[in-house]
């Protein structure tokens, strides 16, 4: 079993930066994933990250704003959130899958953590 847990998230002002840390308990953890979800809203996906850190995928609406990356050593990935957005408010929870390749799906995912909020003011 793989515990997740979420650090780094809380308010800033329109134009701000967060860095989100996924702190995991075990020393493997393969492909990875932040979504979010907004209130009323459905989860989704926000950027994801392979084993290797080689291969990395974003949504549209956070390309070129935020950064996915990770530190293999200290079991541990991040998302870098900069020019944040009100419309980026959301609760943010990372995922881990028990394979190296990662995913848009939430489906995909096997293990999530407890979630942590980002607020942006306007």
């Known amino acids: 079993q793989v515990q997740l847990v979420e650090s780094g998230g809380g308010l800033v002002q329109a134009g701000g930066s967060l860095r989100l840390s996924c702190a995991a308990s075990a020393r493997t953890f393969l492909g990875m994933g932040w979504f979010r979800q907004a209130p009323g809203k459905e989860r989704e996906f926000v950027a994801a990250?392979?084993?290797?850190?080689?291969?990395?995928y974003y949504a549209d609406s956070v390309k070129g704003r935020f950064t996915i990356s990770r530190d293999n050593a200290k079991n541990t990935v991040y998302l870098q959130m900069n020019s944040l957005k009100p419309e980026d408010t959301a609760v943010y929870y990372c995922?881990?899958?028990?394979?190296?390749?990662?995913?848009?799906?939430?489906?995909?995912?096997?293990?999530w953590g407890q979630g942590t909020q980002v607020a942006v003011s306007s």
């Open positions: 995922a881990s899958r028990n394979h190296p390749v990662a995913t848009m799906s939430p489906l995909t995912y096997d293990y």
């Open positions: 990250i392979s084993w290797r850190g080689d291969s990395t």
